[in-house]
């Protein structure tokens, strides 16, 4: 495969990518608590034949995962992610890239800014109080 250039990738991106973040809804009681209060998550899914892509986009990051998705449901092909979830790599590598090269699709682009809003409040520990956390689901309610 050819190497990736910006241009691609931003187009990808905003017809497969996902900038989201898990937070845990402090107010609402669980059976199973998951251990993470905030989890942030970039990823693009592919159906199984375009798996080179994800490869192609891991090596041109330089970080991430790329793994299988099963995928059961009636008339849908079994997928591939690649997933970048190091909060590290979100700060220094996605995060700088996608402010450089922006995002076309409005929605894709707010989803961006509001997932940087909550990478820095994460960088800031407010998902290590119930306050902050409580600012941050609601933060988070607005994305796509």
């Known amino acids: 495969m050819q190497s990736l ?17 898990y937070i845990r809804d ?4 669980k059976k199973a608590v998951r251990r993470v209060t905030a989890e ?4 693009i899914k592919l159906i199984e034949r375009d798996k080179n892509i994800l490869y192609a986009l891991k090596e041109f990051f330089g970080c991430g995962s790329v793994y299988f998705q099963k995928d059961t449901r009636p008339n849908h092909q079994n997928c591939y992610r690649f997933e970048v979830y190091n909060r590290d790599d979100l700060q220094k590598v ?3 890239f996608f402010k450089k090269h922006e995002l076309k699709f409005n929605s894709k682009r707010k989803d961006f800014k509001t ?3 909550l990478m820095e409040m994460m960088k800031n520990e407010e998902h290590r109080t119930k306050a902050g956390l409580r600012k941050m689901f ?7």
Do not use: N, R
């Open 5 to 21: 250039t910006p241009d691609y990738i931003v187009g990808l991106v905003d017809g497969e990518g996902s900038f989201t973040v």
């Open 26 to 29: 402090v107010d609402v009681e």
């Open 40 to 43: 942030p998550k970039f990823y």
């Open 94 to 96: 996605i995060i700088p």
């Open 115 to 117: 997932f940087c809003v």
């Open 138 to 144: 609601a933060i988070k309610q607005t994305m796509h």
